[in-house]
Nanobody, 115 residues
Framework: QVQFVESGGGLVQPGGSLRLSCVAS?????????MGWYRQAPGKQRDLVAH???????NYADSVKGRFAISRDNAKNSVSLQMNSLKPDDTAVYYC????????WGQGTQVIVSS
């Protein structure tokens, strides 16, 4: 069993910033796992928005490219997502998981971008 615990979400005005964090525990070889941040907006499917490989290579969905930055700390089994220049369309529940994702998902952290 693998557990993911996300934190750092909240209510922010358009143009603002948030930093999300996720800690993985349980049966996962974190340093050998590609990791991703996903988001699910109301009424929509869950989508991958950022990905970081075991070697630190990053990739982003076009909608967040240039605004979001993913990073990892293998010593802490953690992955973070720095989100800048937030837009209302970024409103969603954000989850971390491996990439491709495992069947276990955390509770996610809610991000609301609104004035």
């Amino acid at each position: 069993q693998v557990q993911f615990v996300e934190s750092g979400g909240g209510l922010v005005q358009p143009g603002g910033s948030l930093r999300l964090s996720c800690v993985a525990s349980g049966r996962i070889s974190f340093k050998l796992s590609n990791m991703g941040w996903y988001r699910q907006a109301p009424g929509k499917q869950r989508d991958l928005v950022a990905h970081i490989s075991v070697t630190g290579l990053t990739n982003y969905a076009d909608s967040v490219k240039g605004r979001f930055a993913i990073s990892r700390d293998n010593a802490k089994n953690s992955v973070s997502l720095q989100m800048n220049s937030l837009k209302p369309d970024d409103t969603a529940v954000y989850y971390c998981n491996s990439q491709p994702p495992l069947s276990s998902w955390g509770q996610g952290t809610q991000v609301i971008v609104s004035s």
